[in-house]
């Protein structure tokens, strides 16, 4: 009997402890900062707000998990995108064995330019050079090759700045952003400028998003066969989808066919975008990153006072209509307690 | 200690009844077979032993989660598209509204033969008039009004030999395919030569495929503002994507970025998607629905001994190729058990 009854509070005791263990582990749930890198502001209290009141199933503003989409941009939203975009560094890295592959364009322009490595006149080349250089580096090869050549130079890199691959130079806020959304339920989209098949390259890796759920510039693609008679498909220079301006909502419309209920962005490329995601019927979270931050990132753009550069244009304008239509406009020094998830 | 000694046993009791229950539940669950409307025979047993094959951990054949997609073709496929494809009856529905509309094409062909109602005369109609019909009825609109039009079509119609809607002319074999696939962890894509905007407006509450996974012919659309300056896509008279023939995986690249595990179709439309999926490493399941039941369906094409269509080409050289290639062939009049979910 005793021995009994000494079992039985033993099994009390256990299930006592299991009791408040579980609820220890429910409190220390709740109490966790999804977003540890924010500092308190009205930019952290807009994400948290929007996600409980979509989320929350009693909330008169509750989005069916269906139709939970995020969009993103990527360049200068989730990674530096200054003073250069990395995948433009990559195409001009490509040049020297492009021309070993075809001589013949050693001495013309832009090539003949690029090869000099003089920095300063690449900086000046015309946006019509840029996209030559673009196009003879990122298309007339196998899908695979492409792959396997962009995945060896992302391996092997670095930014001048922080002597770091790029995929290392990822905002850590941000991080937590795609994360916080994801676990309630968001699917989470890249929708950038930048070439879908160079991003997709990496995506699940740096941001944990699978390659379909990456839109972005895309060129077609042309299937044939090898003398084995197995099938591929080549990159060809046939621009499909510029997906920057008002090629974001078209791009979405697109690739996602379900309008966003919250969109990223930090420049005039992606302005459409959010004045899509917000034009839609309830709660809507529409943000920009600001980079006012010149010590620990770069400060740049007309919206801080400083002169307009060839990357992530923040006009006055585009603050101006952030302010009349409620965008969320994040301040990179203010709101965000580090940048980078190396930097602890 | 009676009374403890009961209150034990009747606890070892209700364990008992508890472990049992499981045990009935798992075995129930494992003897469960997930495609009831499949005949036992080749096509059955390929699909059981692929998913096996792929999912279970120690495989050495296990392919990860996020790597399984399958691909579906629609028409012919997924449900009936003989002897039009409803997206076609629902183009050619629309001719009279256009015409009211647009007065000026009541006397230009092909609308003046579509408004006689002649179907002989319809039927006869070069594809390039077919053309014609598909951009006038399909693009010159805001999405939002085309996605309400096709949806209250397909509220409507009705198919004239089952009198139902078109929507439940699916196959209820291939339903249970779909949802086997996913229980197993694949996403499931339509990848159909009809028009990606049509079909994503039905493919949720017909197939549990949501609106982000129908790659389909895709025409562009024009991001513009109304007088109120609120946001809105036009559909564009602009071809983006033909998907059919090697449209297929140039679009499963477009909008995927990754080679399907397995892949379903009916016709040479289907072909270079087959050979797409088939050529990738390790396991793959590519199968094609033949239309060889004139009673419960139609018998239809060259691989029938029957005159080629309009619609579903599977030609001799198809079914050649089908068994040079180790693709599963299914017999719709051999391999299931039923056709429709309709038919209990």
């Known amino acids: 009997m005793l021995d009994m009854k000494r079992r039985t509070s033993a099994r009390s005791a256990r ?3 299991v009791v408040a263990s579980l609820a220890f582990v429910a409190q220390a749930i709740a109490q966790t900062d999804p977003l540890p ?6 930019a952290k209290r807009a994400i948290v707000a929007f996600v409980e009141t979509t989320t929350t199933q009693d909330s008169p503003h509750f989005v069916q998990p269906a139709e939970r989409i995020a969009t993103f941009d990527q360049d200068g939203t989730l990674w530096v995108e200054h003073p250069m975009y990395s995948q433009v560094i990559y195409c001009l890295d490509r040049v020297p064995a492009l021309v070993k592959a075809r001589p013949e364009l050693a001495n013309v322009e832009p090539f003949k330019t690029v090869l000099t490595g003089d920095l300063e006149a690449i900086a000046k080349l015309p946006m019509s050079d840029l996209e030559k250089i673009l196009f003879a580096t990122l298309t007339g090869m196998p899908v695979d090759q492409f792959n396997a050549e962009a995945k060896k130079w992302l391996e092997t890199a670095k930014d001048r700045r922080w ?9 850590q806020p941000m991080q937590e952003v795609l994360q916080y959304l994801r676990a309630n339920g968001y699917k989470t989209y890249i929708v950038t400028g930048g070439g879908q098949d160079f991003v997709r ?3 699940q890796e740096v941001y944990g998003i699978p390659p379909e759920q ?6 077609g693609t042309k299937y044939a066969y090898d003398k084995h008679c197995r099938p591929f498909l080549t990159k060809e220079p046939k621009l499909l989808l510029n997906d920057n301006d008002a090629g974001k909502p078209e791009g979405i419309h697109l690739m996602i066919g379900r309008r966003p209920y919250a969109a990223f962005g930090n420049s005039t490329g992606d302005q459409q975008m959010l004045e899509y995601t917000k034009a839609g019927a309830g709660p809507r979270l529409t943000m920009l990153v600001l980079h006012d931050d010149a010590k620990r990132e770069y400060a740049y753009g007309p919206a801080q006072g400083l002169p307009d550069t060839k990357v992530g244009t923040f006009t006055q304008a585009l603050y101006d209509e952030a302010m009349k239509d409620r965008w969320v406009v994040v301040s990179m020094q203010k709101d965000w307690k580090r940048i980078f998830t190396f930097e602890q």
Do not use: H, M
């Open 15 to 17: 299930a006592l402890l």
């Open 214 to 219: 990456v839109v972005g510039t895309a060129s």
């Open 163 to 171: 002597k770091r691959p790029y995929t290392e130079l990822v905002y």
């Open 37 to 42: 890198s924010w500092n308190d502001g009205p």
């Open 201 to 203: 390259v990496y995506s």
